[in-house]
């Protein structure tokens, strides 16, 4: 499994800069989703490394609650709970239980405010509608030795982003996360340590859903996560230094658009009418320009951490992150970058988002703190 997890991650990394090539193939054809809020990680430490959630680093308690469930238990037995903020109406707050040594359990909820949305009715009176969405999810990580653990989880989410004035009633359903973490030592010398986390993650799986009974159903957010990580760890002076570099790629596992006439036949592609099953395995060769388009469809997160854990408790570590996706599927683009601070198990992290290249103020930023306590 090992080998089979680097030769992919070495595959999608150097294939990166081939996803723009200058094909004729190439079209802008992005591929969109209901509930789209379900990718989002609502969390400080994983924005600041680049969404980044896949693998994790130790110390890192935040990738199993909101990412890869197989990470719940990364950091052994510890119980704790965070909360977190951000400046565009993310909130999110969680709760994490290790029951013996091999298990972690964990439940959070979060809410995305869409804010206030002016609605005309049928005799054309002005209503406002406050719009959102959010959910709440329970997951459990398991190791099943040192090295492999695997982790399953929930959501139940509801969607208030039409107002019942056009009787569109919230969307209420459920996905499903799946996750897998490969850990080991890659080699130690004196007080040199160098190991690795390779993982992947099927997240949002579940059923499409629609507003009314009048639209045609629409596919979730699920998607493929695979990703890697390196990490050097040395002892100076009874104070631990951390230097971790990551690297993910995501993938919808949703149908691409087709390419369509003016009459509504599709001259490329494939019919997007199918079940969200049959859509996690067709949804790789079902691009209308090939396997040039199914590349331009990974998105590519790199990251970059550094941790100090010094005397007396003290936790330092800083992040940097940036993700890339093709401009014909998107262009999602930015750099993040983000900070913390930690002391006895109450910590605190900060992240911002630069959206716009040289804008800052264009961007997100987000709290995040709790507390978490190791069982001996």
Request: aromatic share 16%; net charge positive; hydrophobic share 35%.
């Amino acid at each position: 499994m090992k080998k089979i997890l680097l030769i992919i991650i070495m595959f999608l990394f150097i294939n990166l800069y081939n996803n723009n090539s200058i094909y004729a193939q190439n079209i802008t054809n992005p591929i969109s989703t209901t509930v789209p809020f379900l990718r989002l990680l609502p969390n400080a430490e994983l924005n600041g490394i680049g969404n980044i959630g896949v693998v994790t680093l130790p110390g890192n308690y935040s990738s199993g609650i909101f990412s890869n469930p197989a990470l719940l238990n990364a950091n052994g037995r510890t119980n704790g709970i965070i909360g977190t903020y951000n400046s565009k109406y993310r909130k999110s707050f969680s709760l994490k239980y290790s029951p013996i040594d091999s298990l972690s359990i964990s439940y959070s909820f979060f809410y995305f405010d869409l804010g206030t949305i002016e609605m005309m009715d049928s005799n054309n009176v002005s209503h406002n509608y406050h719009s959102f969405e959010n959910y709440h999810s329970l997951r459990m990580g398991y190791s099943i030795n040192s090295k492999i653990s695997i982790g399953l989880g929930g959501k139940y989410f509801t969607s208030h982003i039409f107002s019942d004035l056009w009787n569109i009633k919230p969307v209420k359903s459920f996905a499903i996360d799946l996750g897998i973490l490969y850990h080991d030592t890659l080699a130690s010398f004196r007080e040199n340590i160098f190991f690795y986390n390779l993982g992947i993650g099927l997240i949002n799986l579940g059923p499409k859903i629609s507003y009314d009974d009048n639209t045609p159903k629409g596919f979730i957010p699920s998607e493929l996560n695979i990703g890697g990580c390196l990490l050097f760890s040395r002892v100076f002076f009874s104070s631990n230094f951390q230097l971790g570099v990551f690297y993910q790629t995501d993938k919808l596992l949703v149908p691409t658009p087709p390419i369509i006439d003016i009459n509504g036949e599709i001259v490329r592609g494939e019919d997007p009418d199918r079940s969200s099953f049959n859509a996690l395995f067709t949804s790789f060769n079902d691009a209308p320009n090939g396997f040039v388009e199914e590349k331009q469809e990974f998105i590519h997160h790199y990251g970059f951490n550094i941790t100090i854990d010094l005397i007396n408790d003290i936790h330092v570590s800083f992040q940097m992150g940036k993700t890339k996706e093709s401009k014909y599927k998107g262009n999602l683009n930015y750099l993040a970058y983000g900070f913390g601070l930690g002391y006895k198990g109450i910590f605190i992290n900060y992240s911002k988002q630069n959206q716009k290249k040289g804008k800052s103020s264009d961007g997100y930023s987000f709290i995040s703190t709790g507390y978490m306590f190791k069982f001996n």
